[in-house]
């Protein structure tokens, strides 16, 4: 239950839903103010227009004018009248008499304008701003006029003194025009806030169950340690290299049960956890892989594995236990490993601890075992899954081992050697040897010859002055596929057959001689060589030359190694060897040639050529050309 990307991205998508509609929300609101101070902006340029035109009308003697001239503020007021739109409620012009009150001078109002002297009891004390200040002042009525939204007093001035106030009211049904204006989209916000709150309630809801569910799958009921789901969700995040593994089981823990009961045995595992949390640093964690076995990983800065290792299984295992007036003690077999900081796989290190547990289990039990990093390396080439991932990732090379004019103590040509690159240690090459009979007879044999065919023909193209030796098996001889492989690189590259020798390793015996001479005629049709490899040992005997047709003779190692040890022996068996191969015209190389004195002996056997640790280890083939 690994969160998802895709769950990150439908939070991510959601959280910016909820801005955006919070976004739309603001501006949308911002919008409609900005839309009402606009149509106040112009309210004002109207009634500096209006003023101006009644100006022009009093020739700059307002009250005097208006209170003598009757006819003047019927026809000013019919102007304001004319001014009136649905914009404004009422406009209308008020003055101040001799004792301080607002009367009205000029009305617009159509249906029932106010007399002219008409008193005013204004609702905002800002009226009295306007007149003594002289500035412009918006007022919000509220609910204090009916149908007004706002009020613009304005000013009239003469010789820079306030006369009188020109009054814009401002409906509120324009306001509500103003509102309207917007409000699909407000409609649309709202709905869209509604529905992502519905939503976000929602994932809430789930990211509390997926909390729980994980609590539940993460940690063990019985004992809250955690449980292998978390384990492998861990070291998805982390590198295990950084880490020492503890794995440790309780031995005979089916005889507690048997004798007190299950429900005492659950009461036991408890304590055996919380005491191993007790012993562990604050970074440790303990995994409880099944029954009553448990893994435990901790930080290598705690401190020393070996250490740390003993003083557990001191505290957990040598201890006794008291639990309902009943004493107990738990005897237990642990294992711990140090594995190498380049370690990336926790499922290689849990079969290291799960055999050498076994091993422990199978010896007696109650005893702590420790594994350095040879073991780790001992084991994971022997994983096939390993060697499986090394092939598919082509992470293979070829090293070039020369074989030597015995005589003239030059090179004639080169053994083409596998070596598999170690994925935590990419310096680090691993010897077919190491794996080579976990692979045998499976795909990914084939498939490791395939790439050491593919290898060799492209260092034969690089390098057209060499010649190479390549080793074939039985398995490579019988199947289809990689025989197919091979001779459409002889067909598309003829020029390099000649320069080539394919070495025949056998560890079982020919049966079919009939069918392994026409696979040899097969190749040496392109004019490439046929080598026996280890004549002398095992199954590659004298039938072989009776059977097959073939170039070169490799004696076996242990043969020339003979010569240190049993001599005489050795010298008539290999000359016995030499003599036949002069006979049938073979090309003889003696192999593991590891000292001078046994290349020596080998030159004084008159053997033709040598290959060996002495003359030349594999390196790659540019050291040995450079």
């Given at each position: 239950?690994?969160?998802?990307?895709?769950?990150?991205?439908?939070?991510?998508?959601?959280?910016?839903?909820?801005?955006?509609?919070?976004?739309?929300?603001?501006?949308?609101?911002?919008?409609?103010?900005?839309?009402?101070?606009?149509?106040?902006?112009?309210?004002?340029?109207?009634?500096?227009?209006?003023?101006?035109?009644?100006?022009?009308?009093?020739?700059?003697?307002?009250?005097?004018?208006?209170?003598?001239?009757?006819?003047?503020?019927?026809?000013?007021?019919?102007?304001?009248?004319?001014?009136?739109?649905?914009?404004?409620?009422?406009?209308?012009?008020?003055?101040?008499?001799?004792?301080?009150?607002?009367?009205?001078?000029?009305?617009?109002?159509?249906?029932?304008?106010?007399?002219?002297?008409?008193?005013?009891?204004?609702?905002?004390?800002?009226?009295?701003?306007?007149?003594?200040?002289?500035?412009?002042?918006?007022?919000?009525?509220?609910?204090?006029?009916?149908?007004?939204?706002?009020?613009?007093?304005?000013?009239?001035?003469?010789?820079?003194?306030?006369?009188?106030?020109?009054?814009?009211?401002?409906?509120?049904?324009?306001?509500?025009?103003?509102?309207?204006?917007?409000?699909?989209?407000?409609?649309?916000?709202?709905?869209?806030?509604?529905?992502?709150?519905?939503?976000?309630?929602?994932?809430?809801?789930?990211?509390?169950?997926?909390?729980?569910?994980?609590?539940?799958?993460?940690?063990?009921?019985?004992?809250?340690?955690?449980?292998?789901?978390?384990?492998?969700?861990?070291?998805?995040?982390?590198?295990?290299?950084?880490?020492?593994?503890?794995?440790?089981?309780?031995?005979?823990?089916?005889?507690?049960?048997?004798?007190?009961?299950?429900?005492?045995?659950?009461?036991?595992?408890?304590?055996?956890?919380?005491?191993?949390?007790?012993?562990?640093?604050?970074?440790?964690?303990?995994?409880?892989?099944?029954?009553?076995?448990?893994?435990?990983?901790?930080?290598?800065?705690?401190?020393?594995?070996?250490?740390?290792?003993?003083?557990?299984?001191?505290?957990?295992?040598?201890?006794?236990?008291?639990?309902?007036?009943?004493?107990?003690?738990?005897?237990?077999?642990?294992?711990?490993?140090?594995?190498?900081?380049?370690?990336?796989?926790?499922?290689?290190?849990?079969?290291?601890?799960?055999?050498?547990?076994?091993?422990?289990?199978?010896?007696?039990?109650?005893?702590?075992?420790?594994?350095?990093?040879?073991?780790?390396?001992?084991?994971?080439?022997?994983?096939?899954?390993?060697?499986?991932?090394?092939?598919?990732?082509?992470?293979?090379?070829?090293?070039?081992?020369?074989?030597?004019?015995?005589?003239?103590?030059?090179?004639?040509?080169?053994?083409?050697?596998?070596?598999?690159?170690?994925?935590?240690?990419?310096?680090?090459?691993?010897?077919?040897?190491?794996?080579?009979?976990?692979?045998?007879?499976?795909?990914?044999?084939?498939?490791?010859?395939?790439?050491?065919?593919?290898?060799?023909?492209?260092?034969?193209?690089?390098?057209?002055?060499?010649?190479?030796?390549?080793?074939?098996?039985?398995?490579?001889?019988?199947?289809?596929?990689?025989?197919?492989?091979?001779?459409?690189?002889?067909?598309?590259?003829?020029?390099?057959?000649?320069?080539?020798?394919?070495?025949?390793?056998?560890?079982?015996?020919?049966?079919?001689?009939?069918?392994?001479?026409?696979?040899?005629?097969?190749?040496?049709?392109?004019?490439?060589?046929?080598?026996?490899?280890?004549?002398?040992?095992?199954?590659a005997n004298y039938r072989y030359l009776m059977c097959l047709d073939i170039d070169i003779l490799k004696i076996d190692g242990s043969l020339i190694q003979e010569l240190?040890?049993?001599?005489?022996?050795?010298?008539?068996?290999?000359?016995?060897?030499?003599?036949?191969?002069?006979?049938?015209?073979?090309?003889?190389?003696?192999?593991?040639?590891?000292?001078?004195?046994?290349?020596?002996?080998?030159?004084?056997?008159?053997?033709?050529?040598?290959?060996?640790?002495?003359?030349?280890?594999?390196?790659?083939i540019n050291e040995y050309l450079s």
């Amino acid at each position: 239950m690994r969160e998802q990307p895709i769950d990150k991205i439908i939070g991510v998508l959601l959280v910016f839903l909820i801005l955006f509609a919070v976004f739309l929300q603001i501006s949308t609101t911002q919008n409609t103010n900005k839309l009402k101070n606009d149509e106040i902006i112009k309210s004002e340029q109207y009634a500096q227009k209006i003023v101006r035109l009644i100006q022009l009308q009093t020739e700059g003697k307002l009250l005097d004018t208006l209170q003598e001239n009757a006819d003047l503020r019927i026809q000013l007021n019919e102007i304001l009248e004319a001014f009136s739109t649905k914009q404004f409620q009422y406009i209308f012009l008020l003055a101040k008499d001799d004792e301080g009150h607002f009367r009205f001078i000029l009305d617009g109002e159509k249906e029932n304008p106010e007399e002219y002297g008409s008193i005013f009891f204004p609702k905002s004390e800002r009226f009295d701003e306007v007149y003594h200040q002289g500035k412009i002042k918006i007022i919000k009525q509220h609910d204090d006029v009916e149908g007004v939204w706002v009020s613009l007093v304005y000013p009239f001035k003469e010789d820079g003194k306030t006369k009188a106030l020109l009054v814009l009211d401002l409906s509120q049904e324009y306001a509500k025009y103003l509102n309207d204006f917007n409000s699909p989209l407000i409609t649309v916000v709202k709905v869209m806030q509604f529905f992502l709150f519905l939503t976000l309630l929602v994932l809430i809801f789930i990211a509390y169950r997926y909390y729980r569910t994980r609590q539940a799958l993460i940690k063990d009921t019985l004992t809250s340690a955690y449980t292998k789901y978390y384990l492998n969700e861990f070291f998805d995040r982390n590198h295990v290299g950084k880490y020492y593994l503890f794995l440790i089981d309780i031995d005979e823990f089916k005889e507690v049960n048997k004798k007190y009961g299950n429900a005492f045995g659950d009461l036991v595992i408890q304590a055996f956890v919380k005491r191993m949390d007790e012993s562990l640093g604050k970074n440790a964690k303990v995994v409880r892989t099944v029954g009553t076995e448990f893994l435990i990983f901790c930080p290598k800065e705690e401190g020393d594995l070996t250490v740390l290792a003993d003083t557990l299984f001191q505290t957990v295992g040598q201890k006794y236990y008291f639990i309902d007036q009943e004493m107990i003690r738990l005897q237990v077999s642990m294992c711990a490993i140090n594995l190498p900081d380049e370690s990336y796989s926790i499922q290689h290190a849990l079969r290291f601890l799960d055999e050498e547990l076994l091993k422990i289990k199978s010896h007696g039990k109650n005893a702590l075992s420790i594994l350095g990093m040879d073991t780790y390396d001992g084991i994971k080439y022997n994983d096939i899954d390993y060697i499986k991932e090394a092939l598919e990732e082509e992470r293979l090379i070829c090293l070039y081992q020369p074989i030597y004019n015995t005589e003239t103590k030059t090179i004639v040509k080169y053994e083409a050697l596998a070596r598999l690159i170690d994925k935590d240690n990419p310096e680090k090459l691993i010897s077919p040897f190491q794996f080579m009979q976990l692979i045998k007879g499976t795909s990914q044999y084939i498939k490791m010859s395939k790439l050491v065919l593919s290898g060799v023909f492209r260092t034969l193209e690089q390098y057209p002055q060499i010649e190479i030796s390549m080793n074939l098996d039985l398995d490579d001889l019988y199947n289809v596929d990689m025989m197919k492989l091979i001779n459409e690189y002889l067909v598309k590259h003829q020029a390099y057959a000649p320069r080539l020798t394919f070495e025949i390793l056998e560890e079982n015996e020919i049966q079919d001689y009939d069918r392994v001479s026409e696979i040899f005629q097969a190749l040496r049709e392109y004019g490439s060589q046929i080598a026996i490899d280890d004549f002398g040992s095992g199954y590659a005997n004298y039938r072989y030359l009776m059977c097959l047709d073939i170039d070169i003779l490799k004696i076996d190692g242990s043969l020339i190694q003979e010569l240190n040890t049993h001599e005489e022996h050795a010298m008539l068996v290999l000359n016995s060897i030499k003599n036949l191969a002069d006979t049938f015209n073979y090309m003889l190389v003696a192999e593991f040639v590891s000292d001078k004195e046994i290349y020596n002996k080998v030159k004084d056997l008159g053997i033709g050529y040598s290959q060996g640790m002495y003359l030349g280890e594999p390196r790659p083939i540019n050291e040995y050309l450079s």
